[in-house]
């Protein structure tokens, strides 16, 4: 079984079933339906947020990234619509979830797995191990301040709460000399959907998935888990995996932008 498992998804919203919620009486187009719900969010919202309550997301794309005990990458990949139906990537998921011990995520637990779960409950299927059916209680949903099972990095940095707002990815990555936010943000992936760029939306989930785990390292090195040593050599691990995987892609490789705008001595004193 491998150590950890970092993922990041993205989504776009299920039109279909805001139709059926907003627009019961059916006098509404799908894009109509829509626009109004999207209204009534941002208005009970205070003008806040039209973000859709979790049940509507639909995955479009899923990134993963396997490491070892030593922290090495052992996989790294995306699942996306352009070539499986939700079903399908839904289900591979939970499958890729089977073969790892500890999940590591950015606001996984507020977001992430709570649309995964929602979604195999739609597909009909049995997650015996993540609800710890064979346990009593689930280790993955069960004590929030444990991080033996699932170590949800906006939680942690956030003081599980505490601290308010919560800090972005976007900020935290740049804070210590990673890429964070630079062509794609997370409000686009719906346009992008929209217009057919499912490539594009991919790539930018992958670099989201490697952010969330070259933060992770820092954060293990931040509270003693990892020394100044071992993590000098998990970066540079890294860094010779990526450009490994960028060199064997051709040139039209997102990796090596996303090398090249990443500063590792960013952020500390001389």
């Known amino acids: 079984m491998i150590r950890y498992l970092v993922f990041d998804i993205e ?25 109004a719900a999207r209204d009534q969010i941002l208005k009970r919202s205070n003008q806040q947020s039209d973000f859709f309550p979790v049940p509507f997301h639909i995955p479009i794309s899923i990134a993963t990234l396997q490491a070892d005990d030593s922290y090495r990458i052992v996989s790294l990949g995306c699942m996306g619509t352009d070539r499986y139906s939700e079903a399908e990537l839904i289900t591979r998921f939970w499958q890729i979830f089977e073969t790892a011990q500890t999940l590591v995520t950015f606001n996984g637990r507020g977001f992430d797995l709570p649309v995964l779960e929602i979604r195999a409950m739609k597909q009909g299927l049995s997650l015996r191990r993540y609800f710890g059916a064979d346990q009593g209680r689930s280790a993955y949903r069960g004590n929030r301040y444990s991080d033996a099972f699932h170590i949800d990095l906006c939680d942690f940095l956030s003081n599980f709460g505490a601290v308010y707002p919560r800090n972005s990815l976007n900020l935290l990555a740049k804070l210590i000399g990673l890429p964070g936010k630079y062509t794609i943000e997370g409000d686009d992936v719906e346009y992008l959907y929209r217009q057919g760029r499912h490539k594009e939306i991919n790539q930018y989930c992958t670099t989201d998935v490697l952010q969330t ?12 888990r990892l020394s100044g040593e071992a993590y000098e050599s998990a970066v540079v691990a890294a860094g010779k995996d990526l450009m490994e995987r960028a060199a064997g892609a051709g040139t039209d490789n997102f990796l090596t932008e996303f090398l090249q705008r990443w500063n590792p001595e960013l952020g500390r004193d001389s």
């Not at 299920?14 to 894009?31: G, R």
């Open 213 to 224: 785990y070259l933060l992770f390292l820092r954060v293990e090195l931040l509270r003693g």
């Open 11 to 35: 989504t776009r919203v299920d039109k279909e079933l805001v139709k059926q919620i907003y627009d019961p009486e059916d006098a509404l187009t799908l894009e109509q339906a829509y626009d």
